[in-house]
């Protein structure tokens, strides 16, 4: 069975870290690329960050870019998303997801597997 379990969202202040973990069980862990996606109340979910099979490669949206560090562990099946310098509008649901596409693609259609979602707050 495939299963993605997030921890570490929260409620933080503006300027505040957190750090997201999402541990895989099920798959081939290191066979996947690595991502996360956010979904803001009323928006679309959108692409954060992605990183390559490896881990040698990452990719950024350019608003979390410098604030934002995407990392995995493939012994331990984790990819992790550190968040410092948190803004108001870093406020969303924020899911991990794994497919076999490239880690430069942003796009989800090609998501094969979901977390269920960890909620982060940041306030003003």
């Known amino acids: 069975q495939v299963q993605f379990v997030e921890s570490g969202g929260g409620l933080v202040q503006a300027g505040g870290s957190l750090r997201l973990s999402c541990a895989a069980s099920?798959?081939?862990?290191?066979?996947?690329?690595m991502r996360w996606f956010r979904q803001a109340p009323g928006k679309e979910r959108m692409f954060v960050a992605s990183?390559?099979?490896?881990?040698?490669?990452?990719y950024y949206r350019d608003s979390v870019k410098g604030r934002f560090i995407i990392s995995r562990d493939n012994a331990k099946s984790t990819v992790n998303l550190q968040m410092n310098n948190l803004k108001p509008e870093d406020t969303a649901v924020y899911y991990c997801?794994?497919?076999?596409?490239?880690?430069?693609?942003?796009?989800?259609?090609?998501?094969?597997?979901w977390g269920q979602g960890t909620q982060v707050t940041v306030s003003s």
């Open positions: 997801a794994a497919d076999r596409d490239s880690a430069s693609t942003t796009a989800q259609v090609n998501v094969d597997y």
């Open positions: 099920g798959i081939t862990f290191s066979t996947y690329t």
């Open positions: 990183i390559s099979r490896s881990g040698l490669s990452t």
